[in-house]
């Protein structure tokens, strides 16, 4: 089956630094999307990576490992505002994409 | 900007009645996608479009249809409502098919509530 495992939750402190994981299992893989979706907001596009790696834009950075099925999104210099659900979702092999539930993150003062 | 719309962002609506959810977008992208978001679970793909009078199945199509006439509007339809489709919709968008690294734009979602 496919699968997209992400935490459900995450607090982090405003100004710290906050790693969010995302590990999937899925038939054929065309890269992997990171989302941000504010409470009752439309999820917006974050990053996108198809090759082993680190893509920093800003303030966030995306890595990706193929082998391992696995990636993160780091978000750096945390602001309030950075209080969101962050989704994960992957490419199938029929460029559909296959979404995580999402992790919700906190920021706290 | 791409922008996609959707016609209402809370509807109440019982028990067998019949809905329509429109969704239009503006930058004449071929395909588009309607989803809906439940808590704890990830977006789930209800049908989608490449085209005009085109329409594919999702993994959770039933109790639903939808229509495209025109390029820019895909809607949904819920033929009798029931009280498991209470849930937020979202409709999507993107410029080609088959298009890894496609970027999505999403609108403001509607949340449909069934009595």
């Known amino acids: 089956g496919q699968n997209i495992d992400q935490p459900t939750e995450m607090t982090a402190t405003e100004g710290a630094i906050v790693q969010i994981n995302c590990t999937y299992q899925?038939?054929?893989?065309?890269?992997l999307f990171w989302y941000q979706q504010h409470a009752g907001e439309a999820p917006t596009f974050l990053s996108y990576?198809?090759l082993d790696g680190l893509e920093e834009k800003g303030r966030f950075s995306s890595f990706l490992s193929r082998s391992k099925g696995y990636s993160y999104l780091l978000l750096k210099e945390l602001q309030m505002k950075d209080s969101a659900s962050y989704l994960c979702?992957?490419?199938?092999?029929?460029?559909?994409?296959?979404w995580g539930a999402g992790t919700k993150l906190i920021i706290k003062p | 900007d791409v922008k996609v719309t959707q016609s209402s962002r809370y509807l109440v609506k019982r028990t067998g009645e019949k809905v329509f959810l429109e969704c239009v977008q503006d930058?004449?992208?071929?395909?588009m996608f309607w989803y809906r978001q439940d808590p704890g679970l990830g977006l789930r793909l209800i049908y989608f479009?490449?085209?005009?009078?085109?329409?594919e199945k999702g993994d959770i199509p039933e109790g639903y249809s939808v229509s495209r006439e025109k390029k820019e509007r895909f809607s949904l339809i819920l033929e009798s409502a029931s009280t498991n489709q209470t849930s937020m919709y979202l409709c999507?968008?993107?410029?080609?098919?088959?298009?890894?690294?496609?970027?999505?734009?999403f609108g403001p979602g509607t949340r449909l509530t069934v009595l």
């Open positions: 999507a968008s993107i410029e080609t098919s088959g298009g890894a690294g496609d970027t999505q734009y």
């Open positions: 930058m004449d992208h071929e395909n």
């Open positions: 479009s490449y085209d005009v009078k085109m329409k």
């Open positions: 899925t038939s054929g893989f065309n890269g």
């Open positions: 990576n198809v």
């Open positions: 979702a992957v490419g199938d092999s029929n460029y559909q994409l296959i």
